[in-house]
């Protein structure tokens, strides 16, 4: 039997976790940067919180959770995202009760049995942050520019903010309303996923992909020329913080977002470079979600975006250049004496924190230095008996083809010496 990974998950081959190493180090250091400290939940949790927190008539709840009961009967659900996790944690935890603003991120796997794709994925990774416990929209505009400060960070170009309000429970049922006899006028002609959607959530018709639909609803009425005075007020701030942050957004009456417990702010950040999958990020203010998970009233914004979306963006234009991690020393011994001494002396540098390989493979000299080529060791030692009755080595820049001697008790000072420099060989 052959086992495969399962469809819609993928490897991360050590070809290319460096790129994910890339992207997680420089998330975390824009995070911090901001002031946002890392939160981890467990991987699955009671399939009752997604289905609250999320929401019943969603995508994700209706039809996409990995849900199974355990062997004591409990249904439990591997998490399709991550916004209600931390907010069940920050609930039992009580984290509001210890600082009033509580600014957290995350970086984790997600599950949705969704149609494989280019871009959609089973298993995916998110990285995002939640700031949990005030209204203002200067946190709102925050969430936003950090999310575009992480892309700017990775080099990511060509990416577009787009913002929109959803509104409140005061302002969206009457506007729910106008939106729906709209919809009736045109129900016939749409497509057969936006006649489903019209009798559970018909904002979500706005955000359809198929061409027809867009067509139908140019002229609908948009949730933001209905705004009540406070949740009108609150874009407009909003806006004019993003302006005098010199941030470049545009304004998409369309962004509705999947999700129920979604008030006020709601934003999304595409790429040109992603095909018809081409959202980065989606984020906004959720002030009714703590609430509905039975804690106290807390206004709350956030983001999630996905980590393979932004590799792809990468990937796009170019942002590797191949650099992978190298080892920055092989030893190739060139007979038994020299193998004995490379296997103590890999230990001492490795100790010193150098990277060092040896041959495991009883390969002859030559066939070891095409190895060390082939794993683009910066240096190659060359060891053998000789070597050893004389006390120093030939060190080798395989950059540079440049031959050094190095005396061998002063191997890991060289070394360490080197470090940074340019024209490494060049002690004097
Ligand atoms: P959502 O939680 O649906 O708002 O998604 C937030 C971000 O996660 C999206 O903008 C994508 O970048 C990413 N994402 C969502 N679903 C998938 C998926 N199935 N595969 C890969 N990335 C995804």
Not at 313 to 318: I, R, S, T, V
Not at 339 to 355: L, N, V
């Amino acid at each position: 039997m052959k086992f495969k990974s399962i469809k819609g998950t993928k490897d991360i081959l050590p070809d290319e976790s460096y790129r994910w190493q890339f992207v997680e180090q420089t998330i975390r250091s824009v995070m911090h940067a901001f002031n946002y400290r890392e939160i981890r939940t467990p991987v699955f949790e009671e399939t009752a919180l997604f289905a609250r927190g999320i929401g019943e008539l969603t995508d994700i709840v209706g039809k996409e959770m990995y849900t199974f009961l355990d062997r004591s009967g409990s249904s439990l659900t591997l998490k399709p995202e991550m916004t209600a996790a931390v907010m069940r944690s920050f609930i039992q935890n009580n984290l509001g009760e210890q600082q009033p603003l509580v600014k957290v991120y995350y970086i984790a796997p997600m599950f949705r049995q969704e149609r494989p794709q280019a871009g959609r994925l089973r298993q995916f990774h998110q990285f995002g942050a939640e700031a949990i416990g005030a209204s203002h929209p200067y946190i709102d505009a925050e969430i936003i520019v950090l999310s575009a400060e992480i892309y700017k960070a990775l080099g990511i170009k060509n990416f577009e903010i787009k913002i929109n309000s959803v509104g409140c429970e005061q302002c969206r049922p009457s506007y729910k309303d106008k939106l729906t006899k709209h919809l009736q006028s045109v129900y016939d002609k749409l497509s057969e996923e936006s006649r489903k959607r019209f009798g559970q959530n018909p904002l979500r018709i706005l955000d359809s992909k198929d061409e027809n639909d867009r067509a139908l609803t140019n002229d609908a009425p948009l949730m933001k020329d209905h705004l009540c005075e406070e949740c009108s007020s609150h874009f407009s701030q909003l806006r004019s913080i993003l302006t005098s942050l010199n941030i470049e957004y545009q304004i998409d009456g369309r962004i509705v977002r999947g999700l129920d417990y979604y008030t006020k702010t709601a934003y999304e950040i595409v790429s040109n470079d992603l095909g018809s999958q081409d959202a980065l990020t989606g984020g906004g203010r959720y002030d009714l979600l703590v609430k509905e998970l039975d804690g106290k009233q807390t206004p709350s914004v956030g983001f999630a975006a996905g980590i393979e979306r932004a590799l792809m963006a990468m990937e796009k234009q170019n942002l590797f250049s191949g650099e992978q991690f190298s080892p920055k020393i092989f030893i190739a011994a060139a007979d038994s004496a020299g193998k004995d001494w490379a296997i103590t002396q890999a230990m001492t540098f490795r100790q010193s924190g150098i990277s060092c390989e040896i041959d495991f493979l009883e390969r002859s000299l030559k066939s070891q230095m095409r190895e060390a080529d082939r794993q683009k060791a910066e240096f190659v030692i060359i060891i053998g008996e000789n070597e050893l009755r004389n006390g120093h080595v030939s060190v080798k820049n395989m950059k540079t083809g440049n031959q050094t001697i190095v005396m061998i008790k002063d191997l890991v000072n060289h070394f360490q010496y080197q470090e940074g420099k340019d024209e490494p060989g060049k002690k004097d």
